[in-house]
């Protein structure tokens, strides 16, 4: 299994979210002092996708976050931080390559008690359902204990119908595992989750896989067959598979892999399972990395069972994010500026 990565462009300005869309052959990326770019064969074009830089706050977990398109490619959504901190994700029709920043359309807003633990992800599942991710708003430790409080929006991932409902930006699924429980937000997909800074689908089957940034000493990558829901991973009760503030809630789902602090982690980047052509060997393995170490990881699963972990023997300098190009190649976001793509070594 030997790999490479192949930088594709330079330059950029904190790159931390790559999205495609429907007949288009860009890739457009998220910066995070708050433009979007379109690349087009490792260029970028001159015209710029959307320019929010004077609405953000500029905290290290803070700006313009995520970004994804609607599955016919004809609206944009983005997640960001205000200049009070606090997250929004809006949608914007796109009309060519440039999002319509005069009719754009707010969604969600969500105050945030702190600068840290932001979430970020936007991404549209496979059921066509947008999936939002909230950390537990920040501080030290969930002091509000946001992780198991279903009546909380925070520290949860979200699933909504981004359609406006009457008076209503969106509407719930009905669908959704809490829509019946009138202690919970209807909104909740899953909770008991720090800080899934990023979660993404396997094109293929549908499986959800979330790197949940850890506290003091743990890191973790969740997984979830297609179509689980309502699942609790456990936080703040538990930091990966070990105690934090007591014993693992009933019920609550470990996760399928973890790393420890000492060996200089800090910071899960979670990825991608890789579905392209150019690496066959690669195929139905999850991609992902560290904020702080930079390595390479690959993980493989099997009912839900870790069988195999191993580094690739590559690193990014230091990775922000993954990406997932319309054939399913894989590319890893740097803080550095540069966006690179896998590739057979």
Not at 136 to 162: F, M, T, W, Y
Not at 324 to 342: I, M
Request: proline share 6%.
């Amino acid at each position: 299994m030997r790999v490479k990565l192949t930088p594709i462009v330079s330059g950029l300005d904190r790159p931390v979210a790559l999205a495609v869309r429907k007949r288009d052959a860009a890739m457009y990326i998220a910066q995070q002092s708050g433009k979007i770019v379109a690349l087009v064969d490792g260029k970028v074009l001159p015209e710029i996708v959307l320019d929010i830089h004077d609405e953000l706050s500029t905290g290290n977990e803070q700006g313009l976050l995520g970004i994804t398109f609607s599955p016919d490619g004809s609206l944009l959504y983005i997640d960001y931080t205000d200049t009070s901190g606090d997250t929004h994700v809006q949608e914007l029709p796109m009309q060519g390559r440039v999002a319509v920043k005069a009719k754009r359309r707010e969604i969600l807003k969500v105050n945030q008690p702190a600068a840290n633990h932001n979430g970020g992800e936007v991404i549209f599942g496979p059921d066509n359902m947008l999936y939002i991710g909230l950390g537990d708003g920040g501080n030290q430790g969930d002091p509000q204990d946001r992780g198991q409080n279903l009546n909380d929006i925070l520290a949860k991932i979200l699933r909504i119908n981004p359609v406006r409902q009457g008076a209503s930006p969106y509407s719930v699924p009905a669908d959704n595992p809490f829509v019946s429980n009138q202690q919970a937000r209807p909104e909740t997909w899953m909770y008991g989750l720090r800080n899934p800074w990023r979660f993404t689908f396997d094109r293929s089957n549908g499986d959800m896989w979330i790197g949940d940034v850890g506290q003091n000493a743990f890191e973790e990558i969740d997984y979830a067959a297609a179509g689980e829901k309502g699942i609790n991973w456990g936080w703040s009760q538990v930091e990966g598979l070990h105690r934090f503030k007591g014993a693992n809630p009933a019920g609550a789902r470990l996760p399928i892999f973890e790393t420890s602090h000492t060996g200089g982690y800090c910071a899960i980047v979670g990825g991608y399972v890789y579905r392209g052509k150019a690496i066959p060997s690669l195929d139905g393995v999850y991609l992902f990395s560290d904020n702080c170490v930079g390595k390479i990881l690959a993980l493989d699963q099997r009912g839900g069972k870790l069988v195999q972990e191993a580094p690739l023997g590559i690193s990014a300098n230091p990775p922000t994010s993954f990406g997932e190009d319309a054939d399913g190649e894989l590319y890893v976001l740097s803080y550095n500026g540069t966006v690179s793509r896998f590739d057979p070594a």
